[in-house]
Nanobody, 125 residues
Framework: QVQLVESGGGLVQAGGSLRLSCAASGRTLSGYHIGWFRRAPVKERVFVAAITWSGGPTYADSVKGRFTISRDDAKNIVYLQMNSLKLEDTAVYYC???????????????????WGQGTQVSVSS
């Protein structure tokens, strides 16, 4: 049974950077689409970024140009580099996996069957 574990969250000032990691245990992430979602306080969980099994990225408009998603299948890790952080980036960030490599990468949470427990990112002024 594959499990996803996020790390790298924390408290950062506006304009700063953080790098989140999504590590897999139990099997390789190779062949999985991986997505990042976030849930801000009293809001729904929303799409942030995703990367296909072959490395193609997709971003939400709100993070385009500031966040970069990448993967290292040799290390079984997917990264989310977050630069120029804003107050509105404060949320719990989740990584998710979709093993259906033969489909297009999803931007809806119901397209992902595997989820991590989340990591808190807090941006202060």
């Amino acid at each position: 049974q594959v499990q996803l574990v996020e790390s790298g969250g924390g408290l950062v000032q506006a304009g700063g950077s953080l790098r989140l990691s999504c590590a897999a245990s139990g099997r390789t992430l190779s062949g999985y689409h991986i997505g990042w979602f976030r849930r801000a306080p009293v809001k729904e969980r929303v799409f942030v970024a995703a990367i296909t099994w072959s490395g193609g990225p997709t971003y939400a408009d709100s993070v385009k140009g500031r966040f970069t998603i990448s993967r290292d299948d040799a290390k079984n890790i997917v990264y989310l580099q977050m630069n120029s952080l804003k107050l509105e980036d404060t949320a719990v960030y989740y990584c998710a996996g979709d093993p259906r490599f033969f489909t297009r990468v999803g931007v809806s949470e119901n397209e992902y069957s595997l989820w991590g427990q989340g990591t808190q990112v807090s941006v202060s002024s």
